[in-house]
């Protein structure tokens, strides 16, 4: 690629810092924009002392105008980037009638909101040098609706189609810029302290933020057991430099949710009622027990 600038949003942690990595020692530049700061200072630090040369920017995606700062600043820094990762994102939940509507207006504004003001800053620019590649992080969850996550189902599905319609658009012109949707399973990260960053409009009263008592406390246990145990990040930014290369859309991690995507899209076309059993703990716990047999 030409403009060998890799642009990574949330690449302070996490699949964004294994991004950095894959593409800092493929002889990208990286400008990383991160709302957390020490995380960000620390990427650079451990990035330079591999000799990649890295740019750090304090970035809340969810904002609009530091969207644009960001851009800007990239653009001015370092130059026309080439790859695009809109990356950053946040996890919270909950059953659909209890989840507070803070934790709506949050993860949909750093999970959606973050992904609509990236592409409406940075695609211009790659429409401009007709070159570059947008990697849109989805999920597994913008293919499924697991129950107990639905803010972050509707993140991510409308991710996902943003992508999908943003392909179809590049196609229609004939555009060189290229697409892909990441879509992973579980990944050993750390999405689970994703509150870390909620910004202080978004927070929500503690007492309010776990009210599910011993169960609650065991079901946590479980969760972070199953996600230490998940795919290494460094393995997912293999796969999407891969796929970036071969210009392959539809980046997933694993195929173990692949069977209930397939009920799923039966079920739409024969006109059935939606099937899944168990949320998505009790279906990763049955197929490590699986695994373990
Ligand atoms: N870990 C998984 O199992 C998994 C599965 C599917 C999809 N994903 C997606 O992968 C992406 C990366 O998450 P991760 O799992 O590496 O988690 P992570 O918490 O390790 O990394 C997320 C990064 O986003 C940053 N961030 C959070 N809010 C931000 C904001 N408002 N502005 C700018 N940066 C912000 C964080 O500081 C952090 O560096 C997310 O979009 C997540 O939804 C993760």
Excluded at 42 to 60: G, H, N, P, Q, W
Excluded at 179 to 200: F, H, K, M, Y
Aim: net charge negative; glycine share 10%.
């Amino acid at each position: 690629m030409k403009n060998n600038i890799a642009v990574i949003t949330g690449g302070a942690s996490g699949i964004g810092k294994s991004l950095c990595y894959r593409y800092g020692r493929a002889g990208y530049k990286i400008c990383i924009g991160d709302i957390e700061e020490p995380a960000l200072a620390k990427t650079v630090a451990e990035l330079a002392k591999e000799e990649i040369s890295a740019y750090s920017y304090t970035l809340d995606v969810s904002s609009s105008s530091s969207m644009e700062n960001f851009t800007q600043s990239v653009l001015e820094d370092v130059g026309t980037p080439g790859i695009v990762c809109l990356n950053a994102g946040v996890g919270a939940g909950g059953p659909i009638d209890t989840t507070e509507i803070k934790d709506w207006e949050w993860v949909l504004a750093v999970n959606l909101w973050g992904v609509i003001f990236g592409v409406r800053n940075f695609l211009p620019i790659l429409k401009e040098a007709n070159e570059g590649h947008i990697v849109f992080t989805s999920s597994i969850a913008g293919h499924l609706s697991y129950p107990g996550m639905g803010p972050y189902n509707a993140s991510k599905h409308a991710v996902l189609t943003i992508a999908e319609t943003l392909y179809f658009e590049l196609e229609q012109i004939n555009s060189d810029v290229g697409v892909s949707a990441l879509c992973p399973g579980l990944v050993r990260t750390g999405i689970l302290e994703s509150d870390r960053n909620r910004q202080e409009k978004y927070r929500v009263p503690a007492l309010q933020q776990d009210e599910q008592g011993e169960q609650g406390e065991d079901r946590k246990e479980l969760i972070q057991e199953i996600y230490a145990n998940s795919l290494s990040p460094d393995v997912v930014a293999d796969l999407v430099f891969d796929a970036v290369e071969a210009k392959k859309f539809y980046i997933f991690t694993d195929n173990a949710h692949h069977d209930h995507m397939r009920i799923r899209h039966q079920r739409i076309e024969s006109g059935n009622n939606p099937s899944l059993d168990g949320d998505l703990i009790d279906h990763i716990a049955a197929g490590v027990n699986e695994r373990e047999k």
